[in-house]
């Protein structure tokens, strides 16, 4: 930073070009600069000042990328195609001051929104609400409500108790009903469509369906012929971030990686969230890091946007490891942190990208559904196909914090062509009745801690989907990891 470098010269230090380069770009931690300003030499080259350094605070290097001369992308012919339709970026805006109210008015718009979805699902029962059911005179009807609480009998079968506008009900989920296994993985706060009978002050439920995507579209796919690479968890800063690997993807843009003709259709990249590592993300994270300022770890991250051929639009969202509020919608990652030129979108965020609709999540909320069960980390496409089910990116209240607006940025009201996650580190993806889920890996090699949890992470390998056709290319850039 000038003002750094400002200091240096005042104490009578001169600095070698290469030095000087390098300062212009990096704010140095307040310690670096004292040991700078304590050096005896006349000059200091790049490679006194990375002596200067310890070990822990290497300075990051210059991207190398090379680029094949006879590389002649087609997306360079296009000009791009996208819409932000909505980027929950509420800083600034937020009329939430965290008071009961604002609880209560954010859950009267998820329970309206989302019970909507549900009730315009096709039904052979009449909806009734809960104050109804007693005249129902055991006729089979229609239920749709919030689950308040869900218990497990003795004998497997499942109890709820359920609530709508007008009242409420208590139902239980016979173990024998066809489809049980499907049933019985209702969540609290749930809120579903429950088929049945009243008898005796008790709802007997044989057929439970969620908002979901209720029918099956064909894939929607663009006119155009271009490519969108889905990243996210960089981590820069993570000694463990993959700083080679990602030099050979910005490479491969380039067309000189092999694959030239997929590299040419590339015209968007999409990172959904954990650009940094972060600091004080989690407790002693400084042993984990390289660098430690994080104006550093996003100065790194700009100098590679530097080399991605121009014709390519960077859409960028947060995680829970960049510098913005943890509770979600998270806010846009801010100006003076990441300074090149991308779109900036908070988490969730809703972008129409040649046609296809992208939802854009970093994912936090992966890990609380996971942990209800029969879900598993290596196959984040299957706990994403939950949140999708219950058109809510976060459904199960307390596992994560939110800010309470009085608009759920978190429910999925449209139906989306393109679900995007990150948060868990490994691959995968599946096409759900036309959506595709896909969740983006990393670029962070393994850390102690996913040794320690048995968690395999697939690093290094990007999904690149081609819009025209629909289908999910992978380009692995790290030695023994392949595509799913
Ligand atoms: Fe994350």
Redesign the pocket.
């Known amino acids: 930073m000038k003002s750094d470098i400002d200091s240096i010269y005042a104490k009578g230090i001169r600095l070698a070009p290469d030095a000087y380069d390098f300062l212009e770009k990096f704010a140095l931690e307040p310690a670096i600069l004292q040991k700078i300003l304590a050096s005896d030499s006349f000059m200091l080259t790049k490679d006194d000042l990375d002596g200067i350094l310890s070990a822990e605070e290497k300075i990051p290097t210059e991207t190398v990328v090379s680029r094949s001369p006879a590389f002649k992308p087609e997306a360079k012919e296009y000009a791009p195609n996208y819409k932000v339709i909505e980027k929950s970026d509420v800083s600034g805006k937020s009329r939430c001051t965290g008071k009961l109210e604002d609880f209560v008015a954010h859950f009267r718009d998820r329970y309206a929104r989302i019970s909507k979805i549900v009730r315009a699902r096709i039904s052979q029962n009449a909806i009734v609400p809960t104050s109804k059911l007693k005249s129902t005179s055991g006729s089979k009807v229609r239920l749709i409500a919030m689950v308040n609480k869900k218990q497990m009998t003795k004998k497997g079968n499942v109890l709820l108790e359920v609530e709508d506008e007008e009242g409420s009900a208590k139902v239980v989920v016979m173990k024998d009903t066809p489809g049980f296994k499907v049933h019985h993985k209702i969540l609290n706060d749930d809120i579903i469509a429950l088929d049945g009978k009243n008898v005796d002050e008790l709802f007997i439920c044989d057929n439970v369906e969620w908002p979901d995507i209720p029918v099956a579209r064909e894939q929607r796919k663009s006119e155009r012929d271009l490519g969108i690479a889905y990243l996210s968890?960089l981590h820069f800063g993570s000694k463990k971030f993959l700083e080679g690997e990602f030099s050979h993807f910005i490479s491969w843009l380039n067309g000189s990686e092999g694959r030239a003709d997929l590299a040419g259709k590339v015209k968007y990249i999409i990172i959904a969230?954990?650009v940094a590592d972060g600091i004080g993300i989690y407790p002693e994270q400084e042993k984990e890091l390289a660098v430690k300022d994080i104006y550093k770890q996003y100065a790194m991250f700009d100098s590679f946007m530097e080399k991605i051929p121009d014709y390519i639009t960077v859409i960028m969202g947060p995680?829970?490891?960049d510098a913005v509020r943890r509770a979600e919608p998270q806010p846009i990652i801010p100006y003076d942190m990441v300074k090149s030129n991308v779109v900036r979108v908070g988490s969730p965020s809703r972008v129409e990208i040649e046609g296809l609709k992208h939802l854009i999540y970093?994912?936090?909320s992966l890990d609380s559904i996971i942990a209800t069960g029969g879900l598993t980390y290596d196959k984040p496409h299957e706990a994403m196909l939950e949140l999708v089910r219950r058109r809510h990116l976060s459904p199960i209240y307390g596992q994560n914090l939110i800010v309470p607006e009085d608009h759920d940025y978190l429910v999925i009201e449209d139906e989306p062509d393109v679900v995007h996650m990150?948060?868990v580190h490994k691959n995968g993806h599946m096409l759900y009745r036309g959506t595709l889920l896909l969740n983006s890996g990393t670029f962070q090699d393994r850390t102690d801690f996913q040794v320690r949890m048995g968690h395999v992470p697939s690093p290094g390998l990007v999904p690149i989907l081609e819009t025209k056709t629909g289908k999910v290319n992978y380009i692995g850039f790290k030695e023994g990891v392949a595509g799913t």
Do not use: L, P
């Open positions: 968890d969230g954990d995680g829970n490891h970093h994912g936090n990150g948060h």
